[in-house]
């Protein structure tokens, strides 16, 4: 079992940057791949970005390309996402999630695990 817990997020302006951290608990965190969803008000859940066991590969949503890195530490059992540039459009709760795969998977079916979320806004 593995249960995740996402921090860092919080209210800034548009072109403004935050780091999201997920924590996440259990003894075999490194063989599974990670990844950032999102879901605005009134919208469904959307794939971010996701990262493979091993860091060696990722994966992003065309809208965060260029803008979002996600990254993580298997020693220290987390996984963040870097933001840059943000956009009032990218104003969500982002949840962590993790799965059984190995790499970089995007369907939210492929995932398990999920966080309970922290809240990002974007002020124009």
Excluded: H
């Excluded at 249960?3 to 935050?18: I, K, N, R, T, Y």
């Excluded at 259990?26 to 950032?36: D, E, H, K, L, P």
């Excluded at 996984?79 to 790499?103: F, H, I, R, W």
């Amino acid at each position: 079992q593995v249960q995740l817990v996402e921090s860092g997020g919080g209210l800034v302006q548009a072109g403004g940057s935050l780091r999201l951290s997920c924590a996440a608990s259990g003894r075999t965190f490194s063989s599974y791949a990670m990844s950032w969803f999102r879901q605005a008000p009134g919208k469904e859940r959307e794939f971010v970005a996701a990262i493979s066991w091993g860091g060696g590969s990722t994966t992003y949503a065309a809208f965060v390309k260029g803008r979002f890195t996600i990254s993580r530490d298997n020693l220290k059992k987390n996984v963040y996402l870097q933001m840059n540039n943000l956009k009032p459009e990218d104003t969500a709760v982002y949840y962590c999630a993790a799965s059984y795969s190995s790499g970089a998977v995007v369907g939210s079916s492929e995932y398990r695990y999920w966080g309970q979320g922290t809240q990002v806004a974007v002020s124009s």
